[in-house]
T-cell receptor, first 112, second 115 residues
């Protein structure tokens, strides 16, 4: 069974802080990786894809370490609006099909 | 700019009743998915459809059936609802082939309570 593991948190941080989340995945053949954001009682939405070379989008930086099978998300200068649950997502291929496996999510609470 | 549309948004069923959750996407995606989300369990895949005319079981398919009616629509049916099926259900779609592996777009969810 493919698994994606995350620390559930919550991570409580003040505004302006830097916070990092990690995620590990069990299937070494996984090929695509994503971070999604989910607000309370809402649908998940893509935050960013994660590329092998690492990538940055404004205050958000994602890293992939294939050798150790983990993915990270760094949020700099946290805003109150960053409070949400962050889902680590892995895409697995088999028999020509692809499914997405979700971690259970890490909750972030940013306080004034 | 509809994206993925799910109906209904809320539903209360009695044990043993049946219902169908509807999902439609207007992005011409080939792959569609049904997930359920329970507290502490994360999103779990119920069924998926890699392309029109195909469906496959996911992690938790028992008690559910699906139909990929056409490229746009993917419905989830509960034949005889049980309290254990109380959950939030999300439909999703994405484009996947040998060259592309895109993000998944989600519907707004259906909050189902079985009493």
């Amino acid at each position: 069974r493919k698994e994606v593991e995350q620390d559930p948190g919550p991570f409580n941080v003040p505004e302006g802080a830097t916070v990092a989340f990690n995620c590990t995945y069990s299937n070494s053949a996984s090929q695509s990786f994503f971070w999604y954001r989910q607000d309370c009682r809402k649908e998940p939405k893509l935050l960013m894809s994660v590329y092998s070379s690492g990538n940055e989008d404004g205050r958000f930086t994602a890293q992939l370490n294939r050798a150790s099978q983990y993915i990270s998300l760094l949020i700099r200068d946290s805003k109150l609006s960053d409070s949400a649950t962050y889902l680590c997502v892995v895409s697995d291929f088999f028999s020509g099909y692809s499914t997405l496996t979700f971690g259970k999510g890490t909750m972030l609470l940013v306080s004034p | 700019n509809a994206g993925v549309t799910q109906t209904p948004k809320f539903q209360v069923l009695k044990t043993g009743q049946s219902m169908t959750l509807q999902c439609a996407q207007d992005m011409n995606h080939n792959s569609m998915y049904w997930y359920r989300q329970d507290p502490g369990m994360g999103l779990r895949l119920i069924y998926y459809s890699a392309s029109e005319g195909t469906t496959d079981k996911g992690e938790v398919p028992n008690g559910y059936n699906v139909s990929r009616l056409n490229k746009r629509e993917f419905s989830l049916r509960l034949e005889s609802a049980a309290p254990s099926q109380t959950s939030v259900y999300f439909c999703a779609s994405r484009e996947y082939d040998s060259f592309r592996d895109t993000e998944a777009f989600f519907g707004q969810g259906t909050r189902l309570t079985v009493v």
